[in-house]
């Protein structure tokens, strides 16, 4: 690899990892904003409820393309062709994020986030009812357990919440630890899903361990009654929750 090259690549995995490092952060951001507006709502207080909905509505927005763009980033270095003209690197990486988007399955996070934030609201005075609108139409499936078809890796049977490098066919979306299902592949010629009748077979290009993929494992993670592991994207939510009572507490001095 030559030395501009290596540069390049360098440069790729700093930015890509600075995206995700910010993704976290919204992801954080959004599960403090969440617990605050639960507690307007229990405080009567609809109007601070719906600034946070609009606040979240343009945060999710922006937790999408971040992470689109840190997946879109890690490619460019695979598609650039030296020349003896400047490279565009904005237009070669918005062509990489296009191609990002198009493969990818995870378009609809956003609308479950979103959806997860309204959830959260309703149930403070309609635990167990549908809210407006589910009664005529067909069920979005919101929850990250809808989203992650396997709860353990078929080759090691070891939970996905506790793999180290979770990775996930772009094919048929199941989930795998990294070293076993690569050799499995290696070992193998053309070889099929390991999960039990899935029919897709394994390609080590279309497998990789993609931001969306991170995301709906540390919810899952969080979400779990007693996480020993639990990162800190449940604590955010307990310190969500603390925040969330000292800004009522403001409210309430006024």
């Known amino acids: 690899m030559s030395s501009a090259a290596t540069k390049l690549a360098t440069a790729a995995d700093t930015t890509s990892a600075e995206a995700q490092t910010l993704v976290l952060d919204m992801r954080k951001a959004l599960s403090s904003m969440k617990s605050l507006a639960v507690e307007y709502e229990r405080a009567g207080k609809p109007d601070k409820v719906k600034q946070l909905e609009d606040a979240v509505q343009e945060l999710v927005a922006s937790y ?3 992470a689109y763009l840190a997946e879109a980033v890690k490619k460019v270095p695979g598609a650039y062709q030296p020349s003896d003209q400047a490279t565009d ?5 918005d062509a990489e994020v296009d191609k990002v988007k ?12 979103i959806r997860q934030f309204k959830e959260a609201v309703w149930d403070v005075h309609h635990a167990g009812q549908p ?21 353990h890796c078929p ?3 070891k939970p996905i919440v ?4 979770p990775v996930r066919c772009m094919d048929c979306r199941h989930i795998y630890d990294k070293d076993p299902i690569m050799s499995h592949i290696r070992r193998s010629k053309a070889p099929n899903c390991p999960v039990a009748g899935c029919p897709a077979v394994l ?7 993609d931001t969306f993929l991170r995301m709906e494992i540390e919810e899952l993670r969080s979400s779990r009654p007693s996480a020993p592991n639990a990162t800190e994207v449940e604590d955010i939510s307990d310190q969500g929750e603390d925040e969330a009572e000292d800004l009522m507490d403001d409210d309430e001095d006024e």
């Open 155 to 157: 080759l090691t049977l």
């Open 162 to 165: 506790e793999l180290e490098n």
């Open 203 to 209: 390609q080590v290009a279309r497998i990789f361990c």
């Open 64 to 66: 999408e393309d971040c």
């Open 89 to 93: 690197f904005r237009k070669l990486i």
């Open 131 to 151: 809210m407006p609108g589910d009664e005529q139409e067909e069920l979005v499936m919101t929850s990250t357990q809808n989203s992650i078809l396997n709860m």
């Open 102 to 113: 198009g493969t990818s399955r995870s378009s609809g996070h956003k609308d479950q986030l």
